[in-house]
């Protein structure tokens, strides 16, 4: 008696019937697993997945990469596992200029900048960093609500996909002596990140001793390199900066902005049905990142006072000295030639701001 396969391999034709060689049991049989198998969603989930490999300067257990292994959770759980996004958190892909040229070559997908890997992307973000010109979170809100639009097509013309902005708070003055006038920061040598080139230039053109840092700024405190730093509350915090610059000023320098972008390489790999869900969960991570952050400052700066930090609040005379002197360098700053930031967003900035501030003015505000 034949086997099954025995009597597949037979030649030859029978009467009233196919060629036999036309019949092969054992090839159908394949063939129908195989149907069976590219209609199966696990198989096809698998065949179609989409890999994000997602970069961060940020530590996991910071409010950051909590937000973002939320992100990467939701991703996966919307598109049934086609999107997979994979976070190297705590600088592990390398600093923001290594990763910006590895997510220009779609070594990487999308990472997460500060303004400084910003700036490299699309330059006129950093007006909104020019010191003392956006002064709290209100008016961030606004100078962002109209000018986003804007600021999300240059950088997508960049070739990349804006995901999501972030505030990452404001930067303040901490230093040895207390700092109440800009007078008394003139006396000061001023230590900035080697990397944040328009606001170590900005201070220089005002007069200011400014001394370039490593990001490592206590080593440079320390040492007795700097005498003041601009930096994040929360970062004065988690580097223990606080403690030897033991005086903070009390006013906003600048927004300290960050963001996740990612290539369009990766952004068209990811079918089309997806890309709102996406967008949804980013924006919604922003909100909800914006609120965390703003509440870590303030726990930042509670928990530095109650270790020894001083706070020095200004007298309205003393911001204005502040305001005063921004001003009497803007033509050096953003002027016809050669200008630090971008001329043409600080103007519609400066705008923006006017008619808000105007706007408080005619309501009785302060």
Known sequence: ??????????????????????????????????????????????????????????????????????MAAEWAQVTNGAVEVIVFHNAT?????????????????????????????????????????IRDNEELDVVLNQLRPELERSIEQSGFVPLAWSRSGWLRIFSRSPVLTPEELRRQRMGANANEMELMQ??????????????????SLNGGMVDAVNMSPIYAAAS???????NMTNINVSPFMGGIFMNQTAWRRIPE?????????????????????????????????????????????????????????????????????????????SAILAAHRAGIAAGGGQ
Not at 19 to 38: N, T
Not at 104 to 118: D, E, H, M, P
Not at 206 to 216: C, D, L, S
């Open 273 to 349: 049905r997806y890309r709102p869900q996406l967008l949804e969960i980013s924006r919604r991570m922003e909100r909800e990142m914006d609120a965390a952050i703003m509440n870590l400052e303030t726990q930042a700066i509670n928990t530095m006072a109650n270790h020894g930090l001083v706070i020095h609040d200004l007298t309205p005379a003393q911001r204005q000295l502040w305001f005063d002197e921004i001003a009497r360098h803007e033509n050096a700053l953003v002027g016809p030639v050669n200008p630090v930031f971008n001329r043409e967003f600080y103007q519609r900035i």
């Open 93 to 133: 892909a390398g600093n923001e200029q290594e990763v910006l040229r590895r997510l220009r070559v779609n070594q990487i997908q999308a990472a997460v900048f500060t303004s400084i890997g910003l700036n490299s992307i699309a330059p006129e973000v950093m007006a909104i960093s020019y010191p003392f010109l």
């Open 202 to 219: 900005a201070f220089r053109l005002m007069g200011y001793q400014i001394v370039p840092v490593p990001t490592n700024v206590l080593i």
């Open 1 to 70: 008696m034949r086997s099954f396969d025995d009597s597949s391999r037979i030649g030859g034709k029978m009467p009233g019937k196919m060629p036999r060689r036309f019949f092969r049991p054992s090839v159908f049989f394949l063939f129908f697993v195989v149907l069976a198998m590219l209609a199966s969603p696990v198989f096809a989930q698998r065949g179609r997945t989409v890999t994000i490999r997602l970069a961060s300067l940020a530590p996991e257990n910071t409010p950051w990469g909590a937000a973002l292994n939320q």
């Open 240 to 246: 223990q900066a606080f403690g030897v610059a033991r």
